[in-house]
């Protein structure tokens, strides 16, 4: 089955930092792969996707790259900053039998950044 | 924009009782899903919907009933509750279809439920 697999936390970083968070996953076909953040007390959005092999996907100084080789789409920036403290998801999401499709998380990295 | 929309967002309920969680969205959206957020294990899948009339159940349904009567709604049932379905609930909608995966999901604010 379907199944991600990211790097346990917390990770605390200093601001400024280089951030790296690890993800790899396991599917069937070829699935499109997220990466969400969820800030305190508020539900998950969206924070960059790729949809196939070597895309990168990035966002707000965040990038990713699908690396289908390594079945892996590791979080990078360059320089954390506080603001950036949060849990991050890794996500693949992939077509079902039945029509439709699933999207399946990893169980989440807490990122800390101190000032 | 509402988005999706759950209620309520604080519940407590004593074991055995029953209540249903509410998820709404105003974009027309056909997938619709339930996940709970536990400590250490991020996002487990209840029930998912790919459409009105149409649910199929994720890693972890018992306990748990879902039913999908318009592509707007899509409440979740607890039947019985026990403590070990306290927990944070978010649900979730994204555009679906066979031709359409490569779609981002929008969350509600989440349910944080305790079961006592």
């Known amino acids: 089955g379907n199944s991600v697999t990211q790097m346990e936390g917390p990770v605390t970083l200093s601001e400024e930092a280089f951030l790296t968070i690890n993800c790899t996953y396991t599917?069937?076909?070829?699935?499109?792969l997220f990466w969400y953040v969820q800030y305190p007390g508020e539900g998950l959005q969206l924070l960059l996707k790729a949809t196939k092999a070597d895309d990168k996907g990035s966002n707000k100084g965040f990038e990713a790259t699908y690396r289908k080789e390594t079945t892996s789409f590791h979080l990078e920036k360059g320089s954390v900053q506080v603001s950036d403290s949060a849990v991050y998801f890794c996500a693949l999401s992939a077509p079902q039998s039945t029509g439709g499709f699933k999207t399946i998380f990893g169980a989440g990295t807490r990122l800390f950044v101190k000032a | 924009n509402a988005g999706v929309t759950q209620t309520p967002k604080f519940q407590v309920l004593k074991t055995g009782q029953s209540m249903t969680l509410q998820c709404a969205q105003d974009m027309n959206h056909e997938y619709m899903s339930w996940y709970r957020q536990d400590p250490g294990m991020g996002l487990r899948l209840i029930h998912y919907s790919v459409g009105a009339g149409i649910t199929d159940q994720g890693e972890v349904p018992n306990g748990y009933n879902v039913s999908r009567s318009t592509t707007e709604d899509f409440p979740l049932r607890l039947l019985s509750a026990a403590p070990s379905q306290t927990s944070v609930y978010f649900c979730a909608s994204s555009l679906s279809g066979a031709l359409r995966v490569n779609t981002e999901a929008f969350f509600g604010q989440g349910t944080r439920l305790t079961v006592v």
């Open positions: 599917a069937t076909g070829y699935p499109s």
